[in-house]
Nanobody
Framework: VQLQASGGGLVQPGGSLRLSCEYS????????IGWFRQVPGREREGVSC????????YYADSVRGRFTISRDNAKNTVYLEMNNLKPEDTAVYYC???????????????????????WGKGTQVTVSS
């Protein structure tokens, strides 16, 4: 499985960004695509996750109501629409194909690779005035 995140950048507090995750290589119809973020020296934080077949979505409490995850199966792309961004959202954002259920992926906060499955290069999001 290969994944590639893009769309990061510098935005002012209260602004918006849309991240994209292009993926390939899945051999089954049922899988998860998730977003996590990490600040150097700190634990990674699950942000959001979507189930490929049902489209069910999951969010960390810190982003619920501000971030929206969606998918375009025809394009093999998952999006993360981020609104009302805050300075504390600043991090490198990665997309992953978790090997744990979405409900668990979004509550994981760890320095290990537990639950990540496969993941690609991240994209920097900086929220600053």
């Amino acid at each position: 499985v290969q994944l590639q995140a893009s769309g990061g950048g510098l935005v002012q507090p209260g602004g918006s960004l849309r991240l994209s995750c292009e993926y390939s290589g899945f051999t089954m119809d049922y899988y998860y695509i998730g977003w996590f973020r990490q600040v150097p020296g700190r634990e990674r934080e699950g942000v959001s996750c979507i189930v490929s077949s049902s489209g069910n979505t999951y969010y960390a409490d810190s982003v619920r109501g501000r971030f929206t995850i969606s998918r375009d199966n025809a394009k093999n792309t998952v999006y993360l629409e981020m609104n009302n961004l805050k300075p504390e959202d600043t991090a490198v954002y990665y997309c992953a194909a978790p090997n744990v259920p979405c409900s668990e992926f979004v509550v994981v906060s760890t320095r290990s690779n537990y639950g990540l499955g496969s993941w690609g290069k991240g994209t920097q999001v900086t929220v600053s005035s």
